[in-house]
């Protein structure tokens, strides 16, 4: 009782099911008449991706999350696979596995499913595997995205290397990013930071469109991406990812785990990169990426008895640098003046620890405790524009979960979130001259929530969740959210989301490419603005249809409305040579359709494709007089087609990724009335071939194969201090064809 009570909180707590059941076991195989532990065997559910694999003595622990989960599969290469029920009735499962070359029943080369849809979640959630993230480079979290249609990831502006997100349309700071359910990436590297996370850390990326749980808060608008880290209990205890590409970036990244006492483990997380090439393609002047050097460290320890306190701690460091804007190292000037230089440089510190236990005596009745603070120092120059400053951020968590029966389940409990925010910003242009200004916020943020989940044989599962925070700077919050799935058969899922969000503006750091122009900032109604409010409605179907060779075609298709109650308006549309920040007056939101197809028409080959199509809408007022447009830079559309094969064993592994971006609205330069213009659709092509050894992986790769860059991103590069300067108006790659190599080692003994 007191295990399983552990454990089905674990499950709420470090993962996303809510329904969860520990099975233990072993994997032998035979030689000589006895048994011996197979180590680095997979053990996984049926029919699922991932798993995890076995330790030296060949025992595993794996979650059971829901009730179509009904066998349990162990493989390994050059080995018979073997099946045993997973119904929780034997205290320990025991697979023995015999060598063989009956490839038919090597279940490991089933080819697993980069993207999939899940099936048992109430919200929408699109989960991309250790596969998925393995079909591109995948050298950070930005570059994560390429074969997602949900999320589109471009440069806020063409000197920085400063990336941004958007999902249902809108700017990825309205959705919510957690690091394994704690949220990250808030305020001062709201932009930089989705560059800050390798691929090679990563487990798994899960992606929840709308209205999602409020146990961790109202800051979700569009919904919440959260990321799913390498465990130091299931990773190798060696694994190393070597990167190069021929525009010289270069990258390391190393994960290593070891068993430090019986219960206790512990990972070492690094990364380290940099990139020295000089390149100016157009002939601008200006480099088209910064030089960077840049070094981030996660330790883990992960304390993990089987009766009592269970407790996860990480700490983590990152230190990036960046130099970048105009090099006149080519060509002939030598009638230059001043150059345009760009100097980043933002140091991090975050500690974080989740600690569970069981109260009581009744089965799933379970306390979890989150906290974690965060520490960002960021200095940014960009010309003769500077801003930077220091965040300091809490974030603490209590939860209680139980229920009243199999059927209905609840979370109640209350958190706490402090952000202080001490900036600095300043335009030495001689046209604008705004002298160094505080630009600062502190905020504390106590709240209570409680969240119930009704579910009735597996077909229906209702969640409703109510939380009510104190903002000290907004006042009282209220956060209502509900999400419905009904499986009216096996074969299809209906869902359907609503819930309300808000979020703090941090008009600087929210939109930092707008720092790469000479626009004078009007600073006058910064300390009025309001926070942000918007409600979400959604919905979506999924279609699971059985094909030919027992192979199961996946249609999904969902649609999201996101309406907003109040907005900070990012005004560049007035005057070409300022940008106003004011509260929304009049109407603004967004629309978002998408179409998913998936299917594997024969072993080893899947497919995946995806259309989504966005209507984006944002009102402007000077005078009293509204003007609703387009959202500028906010693309039309996305298609995306995947194509992968993989050769028996997974030996041999060949990815194909195109992509059609749609037209973007570029922002009118001559006020509202100026004529409306947009960017031309562009195709994007990705191809990768990996070679899968026992002990290492070697790929090569080409992004964007037909070399499509933007011409002409910056305006004005011949008088960056001109007032006409302006390099925020990216709409597509700024960089073009890029081949590059790697090649990942293991080392599991």
């Known amino acids: 009782m007191r295990k399983s009570s552990l454990f089905l909180f674990a499950a709420l707590f470090f993962g996303v099911g809510m329904n969860a059941q520990t099975l233990r076991g072993h994997?032998?195989?035979?030689?000589?008449?006895?048994?011996?532990?197979?180590y680095g065997a997979i053990v996984y559910f049926s029919g699922t991706a991932g798993g995890v694999e076995t330790d030296r003595t060949g025992s595993f622990v794996i979650e059971k999350r829901n009730a179509n989960e009904k066998y349990l599969t162990a493989s390994m290469v050059g080995f018979t696979s073997d099946s045993l029920p997973a119904d929780g009735t034997a205290d320990k499962l025991e697979f023995t596995l015999f060598e063989g070359v009956e490839l038919e029943?090597?279940?490991v080369s089933k080819n697993r499913d980069g993207v999939l849809i899940s099936r048992l979640t109430s919200a929408k959630t699109e989960l991309i595997t250790s596969t998925g993230l393995k079909k591109l480079a995948c050298c950070n979290l930005s570059e994560s995205f390429e074969n997602s249609a949900s999320v589109t990831v471009g440069f806020t502006d063409a000197v920085s290397g400063a990336r941004q997100v958007q999902l249902?349309?809108?700017?990825?700071?309205?959705?919510?990013?957690?690091?394994?359910?704690?949220?990250?990436?808030?305020?001062?590297?709201?932009?930089?930071?989705?560059s800050y996370l390798p691929g090679s850390w990563m487990e798994s990326i899960q992606i929840s469109k709308g209205a999602s749980s409020v146990v961790n808060g109202y800051e979700s608008v569009s919904g919440q991406i959260n990321l799913e880290m390498k465990k130091p209990n299931y990773t190798e205890p060696l694994f190393v990812n070597l990167y190069a590409d021929h525009l010289g970036r270069y990258e390391a990244n190393l994960t290593s785990a070891v068993q430090a006492g019986k219960d206790l483990w512990t990972g070492l997380l690094v990364h380290g990169s940099t990139d020295a090439g000089t390149h100016d393609y157009n002939g601008d002047t200006f480099l088209d990426m910064p030089k960077s050097k840049f070094v981030n460290v996660f330790n883990r320890w992960f304390y993990l008895p089987e009766d009592g306190v269970q407790s996860r701690t990480g700490i983590r460091f990152l230190y990036d640098e960046r130099q970048g804007g105009q090099d006149f190292s080519h060509g002939d000037h030598s009638d230059h003046g001043e150059p345009y230089e760009t100097n980043i440089r933002n140091r991090g510190f975050t500690l974080e620890n989740k600690t569970g236990f069981f109260v009581g005596s009744r089965e799933g009745q379970s306390i979890g405790i989150i906290s974690s603070f965060n520490h960002v120092n960021e200095d940014l120059i960009f010309g003769r524009k500077s801003f930077g400053g220091i965040q300091n951020s809490f974030y603490g968590n209590v939860l209680f979960r139980s229920d009243f029966g199999k059927s209905h389940q609840y979370t109640v409990g209350g958190s706490f979130a402090y952000d202080n925010y001490i900036t600095r910003f300043e335009d030495r242009l001689m046209f604008n001259m705004t002298p160094q200004t505080a630009i600062d916020r502190h905020e504390t943020v106590p709240g209570l929530f409680g969240e119930y989940t009704y579910s009735y044989l597996e077909k229906f599962t209702f969640l409703l969740g109510l939380r009510?925070?104190?903002?000290?700077?907004?006042?009282w919050l209220f956060t209502p959210r509900a999400n419905v799935r009904y499986g009216i058969i096996e074969e299809i899922v209906v869902r359907a989301s609503a819930g309300r969000g808000y979020r703090s503006p941090n008009v600087i750091s929210d939109n930092i490419g707008l720092l790469a122009t000479s626009r004078k900032f009007e600073l006058e109604g910064v300390d009025g603005l309001e926070i942000e409010e918007a409600w979400n409605y959604g919905g979506n179907v999924s279609f699971y249809i059985p094909v030919w060779n027992e192979q199961t075609l996946t249609l999904s298709m969902d649609y999201f409305h996101t309406q907003f109650r109040n907005q900070a308006v990012i005004d560049v549309e007035r005057n070409r040579n300022s940008v106003f920040f004011y509260n929304m007056q009049g109407d603004s939101y967004a629309?978002?359709?998408?179409?998913?197809?998936?299917?594997?028409?024969?072993?080893?080959f899947d497919v995946?494709?995806?259309f989504r199509y966005n209507d984006t809408k944002v009102t402007y007022t000077e005078n009293g007089v509204h003007h609703k447009m387009e959202k500028p830079l906010t693309s039309r559309y996305r298609g995306l087609v995947n194509l992968a094969y993989a050769t028996s064993l997974r030996k041999w592994v060949f990815d194909f990724t195109?992509?059609?971006?749609?037209?973007?609205?570029?922002?009118?330069?001559?006020?509202?009335?100026?004529?409306?213009?947009?960017?031309?659709?562009?195709?994007?092509?990705?191809?990768?071939?990996?070679?899968?050894?026992k002990h290492f992986d070697v790929y090569l790769g080409v992004e964007n194969i037909l070399d499509f860059k933007q011409d002409n991103p910056i305006l004005n590069p011949d008088l960056p201090f001109s007032r006409d300067f302006?390099?925020?108006?990216v709409w597509g790659p700024i960089i073009g064809r890029k081949v590059y190599a790697g090649i990942r080692l293991r080392v599991k003994n």
Do not use: C, M
């Open 27 to 38: 994997v032998y195989t035979e030689e000589n008449g006895k048994k011996v532990p197979l």
């Open 105 to 107: 029943g090597v279940t």
């Open 168 to 194: 249902l349309g809108l700017q990825g700071v309205y959705s919510q990013l957690q690091i394994e359910n704690i949220p990250a990436l808030k305020g001062l590297l709201s932009n930089f930071g989705w």
């Open 468 to 475: 009510e925070d104190y903002n000290s700077h907004y006042g």
């Open 591 to 604: 629309d978002a359709w998408q179409v998913d197809v998936a299917l594997s028409p024969f072993r080893g």
């Open 608 to 610: 995946f494709t995806a």
């Open 658 to 693: 195109a992509q059609l971006n749609g037209p973007s609205r570029i922002p009118g330069l001559n006020g509202y009335d100026s004529e409306l213009k947009h960017s031309t659709p562009f195709p994007i092509y990705f191809a990768q071939i990996t070679k899968n050894t």
């Open 726 to 729: 302006d390099s925020s108006l």
